[in-house]
C-alpha cells in the first residue's frame, strides 16, 4: 500500500484566478492519477500523471486547463487553471504499482 | 475507457440487513476493484478480483467475480452502522500500453439501527 498527502485540503478561490494541488506519495509508484468529484458523485479520471512525460489527458480535459507535473516517482502537481464556479469540485490524486490505487485525503476546491 | 455499470444507486437496509451491489459490464473485464468511500472522505480500496469465478472474503463483506468475467458483487452480511458510504467497483482497460481506470457510479448504503 502507499500513503498519499495531499494539499490543500481545501480552498476557496476567485474566478479567473489558477490552484495547484500538490501530492505526495510515501514510495515510489509507477502510476499516478488525478480525478474529481462532484458531492454525491463517482470519480472522473483527468487524466494520468506520466513521470518525465506529458500528462495523458482523458476526453473532456485538456492541458491548458489543468496543466499536470510529475517530476519524480513521488510527486505530482495539479493546476486548475483560469477557474470558473464550474470547477468547484472535489480533487483527489491517486497512486499505485498495479490496478489497486491509493487515493490521497482530497483537494475540496470552491470557486467563487 | 471501459464502461462498468453498478446497481443500485441508493440501498436503505436496516442494520442487520444484507445488502449487495453489482457491476457489470458489456465486455470482458480484465480485472475488477471494489473501493468503499465514507461520507466525507476518500475512496478505500477493498480489494481486486482476476479469476473467473472469484470468490474473496473480507469478514462480512464477499466479494464475486462471474465466470465470463462480465459482472461483479459485493455482498455484505448484517450490516452495521459502521458499514455506511458508497462502494464502487472499478474497471481497467488499456490504451497504448497505458492502464486507464474506470469507476461505476457507485451505490450508497444508508444503514437505519
Known amino acids: 500500500s502507499a500513503v498519499i498527502s495531499q494539499k490543500p485540503s481545501r480552498d476557496i478561490c476567485q474566478r479567473g484566478t489558477s490552484l495547484t494541488i500538490q501530492c505526495q506519495v510515501d514510495s515510489q509508484v509507477t502510476m499516478m492519477f488525478w480525478y474529481r468529484q462532484q458531492p454525491g458523485q463517482s470519480l472522473t479520471l483527468i487524466a494520468t500523471?506520466?513521470?518525465?512525460?506529458?500528462?495523458?489527458?482523458e476526453s473532456g480535459f485538456v492541458i491548458d486547463k489543468f496543466p499536470i507535473s510529475r517530476p519524480n516517482l513521488t510527486f505530482s502537481t495539479l493546476t486548475v487553471s483560469n477557474m470558473s464556479p464550474e470547477d468547484s469540485s472535489i480533487y483527489l490524486c491517486?497512486?499505485?504499482?498495479?490496478?489497486?490505487?491509493?487515493f490521497g485525503p482530497g483537494t475540496r476546491l470552491t470557486v467563487t | 475507457g471501459q464502461q462498468v455499470m453498478q446497481i443500485p444507486q441508493y440501498q436503505h437496509v436496516q442494520e442487520g440487513e444484507d445488502f449487495t451491489t453489482y457491476c457489470n459490464s458489456s465486455t470482458t473485464l480484465s480485472n475488477i476493484q471494489w473501493y468503499k468511500q465514507r461520507p466525507g472522505g476518500h475512496p478505500v480500496f477493498l480489494i481486486q478480483l482476476v479469476k473467473s469465478g472469484e470468490v474473496k472474503k473480507q469478514k462480512r463483506l464477499t466479494f464475486q467475480f462471474g465466470e465470463a468475467k462480465k459482472n461483479s458483487s459485493l455482498h455484505i452480511t448484517a450490516t452495521q452502522t459502521t458499514d455506511v458510504g458508497t462502494y464502487f467497483c472499478a474497471a481497467s482497460s488499456t490504451s497504448g500500453g497505458s492502464y486507464i481506470p474506470t469507476f461505476g457510479r457507485g451505490t450508497s448504503l444508508i444503514v437505519h439501527p
Open positions: 491517486s497512486a499505485g504499482e498495479t490496478y489497486e490505487q491509493y
Open positions: 500523471a506520466n513521470q518525465g512525460s506529458e500528462a495523458t489527458y
